[in-house]
């Protein structure tokens, strides 16, 4: 069975950084693009960044500059560097193999001081 195990959120104040891994067992990143994306307090779930072939990025406006996807095929792995954070990042944090019906459990991300 396919399973996207994410990791990495936690509580950090307003300018700090996380990364945030996403693990998958099954299924290879090689041939399919995937996502994070994000789910806020009384929000609707957003798309944060997209990665195709490993190479092919693209993030949503509110993160350009700040947020930045890459994988590790070898590893099976896909991260989102997330550095000046906000308090409006505070979300569930969910890593998505486009395409599929495959979500990780989410990982909280909280920015406060």
């Known amino acids: 069975q396919v399973q996207l195990v994410e990791s990495g959120g936690g509580l950090v104040q307003p300018g700090g950084s996380l990364r945030l891994s996403c693990a998958a067992s099954?299924?290879?990143?090689?041939?399919?693009?995937m996502g994070w994306y994000r789910q806020g307090p009384g929000k609707q779930r957003e798309l944060v960044a997209t990665i195709t072939s490993g190479t092919v990025t693209n993030y949503a406006d509110s993160v350009k500059g700040r947020f930045t996807i890459s994988d590790d095929k070898a590893k099976n792995t896909a991260y989102l560097q997330m550095n000046s954070l906000k308090p409006e990042d505070t979300a569930v944090y969910y890593c998505?193999?486009?395409?599929?019906?495959?979500w990780g459990q989410g990982t909280q991300v909280t920015v406060s001081s």
């Open positions: 998505h193999i486009i395409g599929t019906g495959y």
């Open positions: 099954r299924i290879s990143f090689a041939i399919y693009s």
